[in-house]
């Protein structure tokens, strides 16, 4: 398992009496952080270097939740340079825990 902490530059924790929420967002940036939880096709990892270079840092690309340690849910926004100019979202991958 991949060390969250060490990766993940952004990064909320909620404790409770019963459990430990954390969540951990993934902008353009954090484009190694991102491919190594969830490898990207070519065409995801070349519009996320033209985000990076267009300064275009702001966008959330992927979302993990965590209960206690254990993934309750990840998601993950591929984007696409359309057109040779146009960066838009291509489509959205979830991941989702099974219930207990």
Do not use: F
């Amino acid at each position: 398992m991949i060390n969250q902490r060490s990766i993940c530059p952004a990064e909320r924790s909620v404790r409770t009496a019963k459990a430990i929420h954390n969540d951990y967002t993934y902008r353009p940036s954090d484009k190694a952080a991102i491919n190594a939880l969830t490898p990207l096709s070519a065409g995801a990892s070349l519009a996320i270097d033209s985000m990076v270079s267009r300064n275009m840092l702001s966008p959330v690309l992927q979302q993990s939740q965590y209960l206690d340690n254990s993934l309750t849910q990840r998601s993950l926004t591929n984007y696409q340079v359309w057109d040779s100019h146009v960066i838009a979202p291509q489509n959205i991958q979830a991941q989702l825990a099974a219930t207990h």
